[in-house]
Protein backbone atom coordinates (compact mmCIF):
# COMPACT_ATOMS: atom_id res chain seq x y z
CA UNK A 1 0.00 0.00 0.00
CA UNK A 2 1.15 3.34 -0.96
CA UNK A 3 1.88 5.90 1.98
CA UNK A 4 -0.92 8.12 0.80
CA UNK A 5 -3.27 4.87 0.85
CA UNK A 6 -2.52 4.33 4.22
CA UNK A 7 -2.43 7.75 5.37
CA UNK A 8 -6.28 8.20 4.19
CA UNK A 9 -7.64 9.61 7.65
CA UNK A 10 -5.45 12.47 7.81
CA UNK A 11 -5.35 13.40 4.55
CA UNK A 12 -9.00 12.16 3.06
CA UNK A 13 -10.50 15.01 1.41
CA UNK A 14 -13.83 13.07 1.68
CA UNK A 15 -16.04 10.97 3.41
CA UNK A 16 -15.72 8.33 0.81
CA UNK A 17 -11.53 8.52 0.97
CA UNK A 18 -12.00 8.72 4.86
CA UNK A 19 -14.58 5.67 5.15
CA UNK A 20 -12.10 2.62 4.76
CA UNK A 21 -9.67 3.65 7.31
CA UNK A 22 -12.75 3.73 9.85
CA UNK A 23 -14.32 0.80 8.82
CA UNK A 24 -10.84 -1.29 9.39
CA UNK A 25 -11.31 -3.93 12.13
CA UNK A 26 -8.50 -2.67 14.15
CA UNK A 27 -9.10 1.19 13.71
CA UNK A 28 -12.78 0.28 15.96
CA UNK A 29 -10.78 -1.61 18.32
CA UNK A 30 -8.29 0.86 19.05
CA UNK A 31 -11.02 3.29 19.39
CA UNK A 32 -12.92 0.97 21.58
CA UNK A 33 -10.25 0.40 23.82
CA UNK A 34 -9.39 4.19 24.00
CA UNK A 35 -13.22 4.99 24.77
CA UNK A 36 -13.47 1.69 27.56
CA UNK A 37 -10.34 2.97 29.50
CA UNK A 38 -8.23 -0.16 28.11
CA UNK A 39 -4.47 0.79 28.42
CA UNK A 40 -2.34 0.90 25.26
CA UNK A 41 -0.31 -2.09 25.07
CA UNK A 42 2.33 -1.69 22.93
CA UNK A 43 3.75 -5.72 22.85
CA UNK A 44 0.10 -6.55 21.14
CA UNK A 45 1.02 -4.32 18.04
CA UNK A 46 4.46 -6.54 17.97
CA UNK A 47 2.45 -9.34 16.20
CA UNK A 48 -0.14 -7.34 13.84
CA UNK A 49 1.29 -5.98 10.50
CA UNK A 50 2.17 -2.54 9.75
CA UNK A 51 -1.10 -1.12 8.69
CA UNK A 52 -3.05 -2.81 11.70
CA UNK A 53 -0.82 -0.88 13.91
CA UNK A 54 -1.60 1.92 12.67
CA UNK A 55 -5.32 1.89 12.29
CA UNK A 56 -5.26 0.83 15.84
CA UNK A 57 -3.16 3.87 16.65
CA UNK A 58 -5.71 6.00 14.40
CA UNK A 59 -8.56 4.68 16.25
CA UNK A 60 -7.17 5.50 19.68
CA UNK A 61 -6.25 9.01 18.57
CA UNK A 62 -9.69 9.72 17.24
CA UNK A 63 -11.13 8.96 20.30
CA UNK A 64 -8.83 10.73 21.95
CA UNK A 65 -9.58 13.67 20.10
CA UNK A 66 -13.41 12.84 20.81
CA UNK A 67 -12.98 13.05 24.62
CA UNK A 68 -11.51 16.10 24.32
CA UNK A 69 -14.04 18.26 22.22
CA UNK A 70 -16.49 16.65 24.52
CA UNK A 71 -18.43 14.53 22.20
CA UNK A 72 -19.32 11.06 23.92
CA UNK A 73 -19.23 8.69 21.10
CA UNK A 74 -20.47 5.01 21.68
CA UNK A 75 -20.26 2.95 18.41
CA UNK A 76 -21.00 -0.60 19.01
CA UNK A 77 -20.97 -2.01 15.45
CA UNK A 78 -18.05 -1.96 13.30
CA UNK A 79 -19.82 -1.49 10.16
CA UNK A 80 -22.37 1.46 10.94
CA UNK A 81 -20.15 4.48 12.16
CA UNK A 82 -21.88 6.64 14.23
CA UNK A 83 -23.19 9.72 12.73
CA UNK A 84 -21.51 12.34 15.24
CA UNK A 85 -18.37 10.36 14.56
CA UNK A 86 -19.20 10.72 10.80
CA UNK A 87 -20.03 14.20 11.32
CA UNK A 88 -16.37 15.02 12.67
CA UNK A 89 -14.51 13.06 10.05
CA UNK A 90 -16.73 15.07 7.16
CA UNK A 91 -15.85 18.66 8.88
CA UNK A 92 -12.25 17.72 8.56
CA UNK A 93 -12.21 16.73 5.00
CA UNK A 94 -14.27 19.54 4.19
CA UNK A 95 -11.32 21.68 5.56
CA UNK A 96 -8.52 20.06 4.13
CA UNK A 97 -9.85 20.69 0.98
CA UNK A 98 -11.20 24.10 1.70
CA UNK A 99 -7.26 24.37 3.02
CA UNK A 100 -5.59 22.65 0.09
Known amino acids: MSGATNNRIRGARSWRQARPVLLHPKFFQGFTDFRLGRPFDYRMLDAWPMLDQHRYENG ?3 AAECRLAGLSVVW ?25
Do not use: D, F, N, Q
Open 60 to 62: REL
Open 76 to 100: IERTRVPPSLKGVVVERARARRSAG
